[in-house]
């Protein structure tokens, strides 16, 4: 595909934008324009989300200046999306690269409730590894609000499948 690795350099990113649009990646919440809003697969904080550009790209600045304001603006409004559904207090966003060298953005809801050591730390603080585990019915309420929210937002695109529709094909 135009823009995306040559397929022995395809990320974990890559994986998933593929299995996101054949229905088989259970955390997806939505398309949008720019690509895809999943969930993280450990969720440290309830609602932590990814943006995943599609077609994936190394870094932002590999995106057009059209491209890369559209990935920008559904970064944010998938961040309106959580304040409003899930009533944090503020959202973080972070985009990296240096571990997975392909562009993907991290958007996390902070929440008042969190433990006061962790509440104004940087979010990589957490214990990843003693995070929950992702898993769709018990973020199918979540997911639903969220998919009407960036729908009412004007942000999304159709999708051919079900989230995890087909991850048993």
């Given amino acids: 595909m135009k823009n995306e690795a040559a397929a022995d350099t395809l990320s974990a990113i890559h994986a998933q934008v593929v299995a996101a649009r054949a229905g088989r990646d259970a955390r997806v919440i939505a398309r949008l324009f720019s690509g895809w809003a999943v969930f993280g697969e450990r969720q440290f904080v309830r609602g932590y989300a990814l943006l995943l550009p599609d077609p994936v790209v190394p870094n932002l600045n590999a995106l057009g200046a059209h491209e890369r304001n559209a990935f920008l603006s559904d970064m944010s409004r998938l961040g309106d999306a959580l304040l409003?559904?899930?009533?944090?207090?503020?959202?973080?966003?972070?985009?990296?690269?240096?571990?997975?060298?392909?562009?993907h953005a991290h958007v996390i809801p902070r929440y008042a409730d969190e433990p006061e050591s962790l509440r104004t730390a940087h979010p990589w603080a957490y214990d990843w590894s003693a995070a929950p585990v992702f898993e769709r019915a018990a973020f199918q309420e979540l997911a639903s609000s969220l998919l009407r929210e960036l729908t009412r937002l004007g942000v999304t695109k159709p999708m051919r499948y079900d989230p995890g529709a087909n991850a048993h094909s």
């Fill in 84 to 103: 409003k559904v899930t009533g944090a207090v503020r959202i973080n966003y972070a985009i990296f690269g240096n571990q997975e060298p392909a562009l």
